[in-house]
């Protein structure tokens, strides 16, 4: 047998992650196989049982609902994944452990590496959703020196995860703030950085659409999209169509995925082909 890794969710066949780390195990020729299994929040303990005895098995990306209900069932966290309080990998130690961590907040800040490197006299987020996702993007920014602005239908909710996860002063407001126009009229944003990010499912194919109005994000903002299907959302078209710089949620799910691949094969994913690969995802 293989050794090979999987990704588990409820739903999961939406999934793209097998095409991601197939593709990189085909680049690369290693013997490694990658795929997607069903697993109902009912069986997550059930999984894991049956997994640590497999020789064959590297670990297992977790999504939607899992990355908080699998942590009872783990041995141990790393550091980033205990502060976050979500798991988007799990790693069989060589000790045999089942070993949590998060590379969502490495994926989601790499495609904004770039524009992080420099120096701003102020930087802002606007993050909507208060889920497993917006656990991590609330922390890696947090120690990016953004100021943040979480948006919820459960105001509480947010409070309490800002409370948890940002040091300083940060705001809350109720998602439905932002559906409404506003006239508000904003300072000059020269040397700032500013990014208005959809950290919620709304938006993904099956759901409801995201209620946004760009006169709430200031002149040069960067909107942000996690959702990866469909790709090109509402809210990044409407973005685009307000004269913004866009991120689509391939961006954050391949920079997660590759640190996750290091973790699983060993070796460092070819992302010199991430060109080829994002053809291949959106063909």
């Known amino acids: 047998m293989k050794p090979y890794a999987e990704v588990i969710g409820d739903p999961i066949a939406q999934?793209?992650?097998?095409?991601?780390?197939?593709?990189w195990i085909e680049k690369l020729g290693i013997e490694a196989e990658y795929r997607a299994h069903h697993v109902a929040s009912s069986g997550l303990e059930n999984y894991l049982a049956e997994r640590r005895g497999d020789p064959d098995w590297r670990g297992c990306n977790v999504t939607m609902p899992h990355k908080q209900a699998i942590i009872p069932y783990l041995d141990r966290m790393e550091p980033l994944a205990k502060r976050v309080?979500?798991?988007?990998?799990?790693?069989?130690?060589?000790?045999?452990?089942?070993?949590?961590?998060?590379?969502?907040?490495?994926?989601?800040?790499e495609p904004l590496r770039s524009e992080l490197s420099g120096t701003h006299y102020f930087r802002m987020a606007r993050i909507l959703g208060t889920g497993g996702a917006a656990r991590a993007i609330v922390a890696g920014l947090a120690k990016e020196g953004f100021?943040?602005?979480?948006?919820g239908r459960d105001t509480d909710k947010a409070r309490a995860l800002l409370d948890e996860l940002a040091e300083g002063e940060h705001h809350v407001a109720p998602l439905s703030h932002f559906a409404e126009v506003t006239d508000f009229a904003f300072d000059d944003r020269d040397g700032c950085c500013d990014l208005v990010i959809n950290a919620s499912p709304l938006g993904m194919r099956g759901q409801?659409?995201?209620?946004?109005?760009?006169?709430h994000?200031?002149?040069?903002?960067?909107?942000?999209?996690?959702?990866?299907?469909?790709?090109?959302?509402?809210?990044?078209?409407?973005?685009r169509d307000a004269g913004l710089r866009t991120i689509d949620g391939l961006s954050m799910l391949i920079g997660q995925a590759s640190a996750a691949f290091r973790f699983f094969f060993g070796v460092e994913a070819p992302r010199e082909h991430d060109g080829e690969l994002r053809e291949r995802l959106t063909s």
Do not use: M, Q
């Open 147 to 151: 100021t943040l602005v979480l948006a």
């Open 217 to 239: 994000a200031p002149p040069g903002s960067i909107a942000y999209d996690i959702v990866t299907d469909p790709l090109e959302t509402a809210f990044l078209t409407s973005a």
């Open 85 to 109: 309080g979500a798991v988007n990998t799990v790693v069989k130690a060589p000790d045999g452990a089942l070993v949590g961590r998060n590379t969502d907040v490495a994926g989601f800040l």
């Open 15 to 23: 999934s793209k992650s097998p095409a991601i780390h197939g593709f």
């Open 208 to 215: 409801p659409s995201l209620p946004f109005d760009w006169s």
